[in-house]
């Protein structure tokens, strides 16, 4: 494990835009999460610029393609782009089972691009813990758009919003399983819509049936969640959907934003987290032996001996 002062030395790089700085403080972050509070709070005051777009959707809706086809007119207008890919983990080493580069080769040696891939490892196929701490790295390092692919796949679908400024969900034509993973929660979820492989029939009854839908549900917020139809394997509709999306950062910065939210949600789940430890490290002690024989004796209820406890954490009477 590296050193404070190394650690301090490679959060200085990734400020400065290093690419290998970033790559080694990400790797810290995935592997020694004792080391994620110090790193947090040295890069805290250079986030909040990256606007943070997540994409996601079935299996073989054409995420990567879309995002190949984005990240080309981004750098065209001379925006620099990080790509953050979340794989499913492998069942061997938790890892990313897809490299970082295969799926965007032709954007790898752009010095303006950074492409990383990260394993799920969370419950149930769910995003980890670490993706937000990655995402704040991707921002300190002075991206100006920070792209997250999921899986699509399960939990995955559902936690990029707690991640995502912007999030897209793709969904295609001729697909039943369109219909019903918007009946399964995308519909709240999604910021934007888009029908890719427009060129397939049904395409145009897709968009319909999801504009539909907007209009008789919607989101509780402003926001009315347009739907594009796009084929990325040509790039047509692309242009269009970075438009949406800059009309939808531009909405958010008239608001008081997802991304206030988000800090709040993130602020909640440090709370939580720590209060965790707290107790698992209180559980070892010969302090709870003792609250645990009262219990056995009958002396005193186990919520008493909670309530003794929580006072004891949070140093409240």
């Not at 790089?13 to 972050?29: D, W």
């Not at 959707?57 to 990240?71: A, M, N, R, V």
């Not at 594009?228 to 040509?234: E, H, I, R």
């Not at 609250?291 to 004891?312: D, F, N, Q, V």
Request: hydrophobic share 35%; proline share 3%.
């Amino acid at each position: 494990m590296k050193s404070k002062k190394e650690i301090n030395k490679l959060i200085k790089g990734l400020i400065s835009g290093n690419h290998l700085a970033l790559s080694k403080v990400i790797s810290i972050v995935e592997n020694h999460p004792e080391e994620i509070p110090f790193i947090m709070d040295a890069i805290y005051h250079s986030i909040g610029k990256s606007h943070r777009i997540g994409f996601t959707g079935p299996p073989g809706s054409g995420k990567s393609t879309i995002i190949d086809g984005l990240t080309r007119i981004l750098r065209e207008k001379n925006f620099s782009v990080g790509i953050l890919a979340v794989d499913p983990s492998s069942p061997f080493t938790g890892g990313a089972v897809l490299g970082d580069r295969i799926r965007m080769q032709k954007h790898s040696t752009d010095k303006h691009v950074f492409i990383r891939s990260i394993g799920s490892r969370g419950s149930h196929g769910g995003l980890s813990r670490s993706t937000g701490r990655i995402l704040d790295l991707f921002d300190a390092a002075g991206f100006d758009y920070t792209i997250i692919e999921t899986v699509g796949v399960g939990q995955t679908e559902l936690d990029i919003m707690k991640f995502a400024d912007t999030t897209i969900v793709i969904l295609v034509p001729e697909s039943g399983d369109s219909i019903q993973t918007m009946k399964a929660g995308l519909m709240e979820i999604a910021d934007i819509f888009v029908v890719n492989k427009s060129d397939r029939t049904g395409a145009d009854d897709t968009l319909r049936y999801i504009q539909n839908m907007v209009e008789m549900k919607g989101k509780p917020s402003g926001w009315r969640q347009p739907a594009v139809l796009t084929n990325a394997l040509n790039d047509s509709g692309i242009d269009k959907l970075l438009t949406v999306i800059e009309k939808h950062n531009k909405y958010l910065s008239q608001t008081r934003g997802k991304r206030a939210e988000l800090r709040e949600a993130e602020l909640k789940d440090i709370l939580v987290s720590e209060f965790a430890f707290k107790v698992e490290a209180l559980l070892k002690t010969e302090k709870f032996k003792k609250y645990i024989k009262l219990t056995e004796s009958g002396k005193e209820s186990p919520y008493s001996i909670a309530r003794k406890i929580l006072s004891r954490l949070l140093k409240i009477s």
